[in-house]
């Protein structure tokens, strides 16, 4: 198995681009669009497990758009083969000082592009 085709990174690097500025702007339909809509999709959240696009498309639809915007640091992404990739990344949010959040995704390519299989996604005190 090849890791970090540049060509694959590339295409999720893409993708992740895109869900983060859906992400902090809300656009609830490109975050829904982004993600694997299938029963085994699982977002794990900082205060909710959501098992399902049905789950995770109800918890997208009622979240507030305020508090939204985020500085990112340490984002990797790595690639295995041509259709499956882990994005990972820490975030820092001025309503939430002294603490640094952690994103985890698991993307894999279909037919309809790259999308999100399994999100993580959990705020702890800054260790540093």
Avoid: C
């Avoid at 979240?63 to 984002?75: F, H, Y």
């Avoid at 994005?87 to 820092?92: G, H, I, P």
């Avoid at 603490?99 to 260790?127: M, N, Y």
């Amino acid at each position: 198995m090849e890791i970090n085709l540049p060509d694959v990174v590339a295409e999720v690097t893409a993708a992740f681009e895109r869900y983060e500025q859906a992400l902090v702007t809300n656009d609830v339909e490109t975050l829904e669009a982004l993600f694997h809509d299938h029963p085994t999709t699982i977002r794990y959240g900082g205060g909710e497990n959501l098992y399902g696009m049905d789950e995770i498309r109800a918890f997208r639809r009622a979240r507030s758009a305020v508090g939204l915007m985020r500085e990112r640091q340490r984002t990797v992404i790595t690639t295995y083969g041509h259709d499956m990739a882990v994005a990972s990344t820490l975030f820092a949010r001025e309503n939430a000082p002294g603490k640094v959040g952690r994103q985890q995704q698991t993307w894999v390519r279909f037919p309809e592009g790259w999308r999100v299989v399994a999100a993580h996604v959990s705020v702890i005190p800054d260790p540093t």
